[in-house]
């Protein structure tokens, strides 16, 4: 069901105008035991991974362990339907990313409406990613590409680590802002979609910065544009995409929710603990060597984000009819 973006908006910010509480009585509230963490995706991923090093320090610092749960499956749909029906008292909470976006457009029939079962507490990070292609492409830069597959329509080949995937959607955005003719290659995951990209059997992917940049380093593929709206500080020589395509831009974001009747104060209490565990200079450090560009602020702020980006990826799956697989 499409909700009109006022809705959205209104969604995403109910109940995020809470009080501010002093660090000492947030301090004494919550946690008070245990926090479960769930994880939609399986472990190593990027996901999993930045669950871990700032669960890691919300553990150490509150003095009760956040502990992280692997639930895979259909595309991140199961382990957060698990935490729409969790108890909602602060201490079941979901790892939230731009698959959550997605999918409320992508999937017809899912059991829960994301915007609506599950708060917003803080988001965590972005992390752009970057336009590819092999050494031997012709195109040197982002405007030579687009002149190459204006010049050769049909014969562009897109790869991704499956349908409804960030670079799936990056490429599809792309292909519509440009008017290129590009043919989306699904994979099962990212690494044999890099071999058969620097291999040359397709021709360009939009992949995380974190699963390209020991290519890009090693000379196997090169790089052409970011898709963040600034320059990425993993790779400060590349150009943004937005530079030839103005108004381009994709980040997977990160970011905490829980369940949607979780008390205000409690929801407060876990904002402020994640802002303070990103203004932490080594956790800010650490999360800059995975690519990630840091996004304090209030819940209102990440449900925004949310809304935003349901309603962005909405009208690209829309307009060229995708569908799960």
């Known amino acids: 069901m499409r909700i009109p973006r006022r809705k959205f908006l209104q969604l995403a910010m109910s109940g995020a105008a809470l009080p501010a509480l002093p660090r000492m009585a947030r301090a004494q509230a919550y946690p008070s035991r245990p926090v479960r963490v769930i994880v939609p995706f399986a472990a190593a991923g990027p996901n999993d991974i930045i669950a871990r090093v700032i669960g890691q ?27 729409v029906h969790a108890p909602p008292d602060g201490y079941t909470a979901l790892i939230v990313s731009s698959p959550a976006a997605i999918n409320a457009t992508l999937y017809d029939r899912l059991n829960f409406n994301f915007i609506r079962d599950i708060a917003p507490v803080a988001g965590i990070m972005r992390v752009p990613n970057v336009m590819v292609v092999a050494p031997s492409f012709p195109a040197q830069s982002v405007a030579e590409f687009i002149a190459y597959g204006r010049a050769n329509p049909g014969k562009l080949n897109f790869a991704s680590s499956g349908i409804g995937a960030s670079n799936h959607m990056s490429g599809e955005l792309f292909k519509a802002m440009t008017g290129l003719d590009m043919t989306h290659v699904p994979y099962r995951s990212s690494g044999p979609a890099l071999t058969d990209l620097i291999s040359g059997q397709v021709q360009v992917m939009f992949d995380a910065i974190t699963s390209t940049v020991e290519h890009i380093k090693a000379g196997r593929l090169r790089t052409l544009g970011v898709t963040s709206a600034a320059k990425a500080q993993a790779l ?33 209490m876990f904002n402020h603990a994640v802002n303070d565990a990103l203004a932490d200079p080594k956790l800010k450090t650490r999360l800059a060597e995975l690519g990630g560009i840091l996004m304090p602020g209030s819940p209102a702020d990440f449900g925004t984000l949310i809304a935003e980006e349901t309603e962005k990826w909405g009208k690209v799956i829309r307009s060229a009819q995708i569908k799960p697989a």
Not at 57 to 81: C, K, Y
Not at 239 to 251: C, F, T
Not at 253 to 262: A, I, S
Request: hydrophobic share 40%.
């Open 57 to 83: 320090w919300l553990s150490e610092h509150l003095g009760h362990p956040f502990v992280i749960e692997n639930r895979p499956g259909a595309a991140s749909n199961l382990g957060t339907e698990m935490v």
């Open 236 to 268: 400060p020589e590349t150009p943004v995409i937005a530079d030839v395509v103005p108004g381009y831009e994709v980040s997977n974001w990160f970011g905490f929710g829980v369940p949607r009747e979780t008390p205000s104060d409690a929801i407060m």
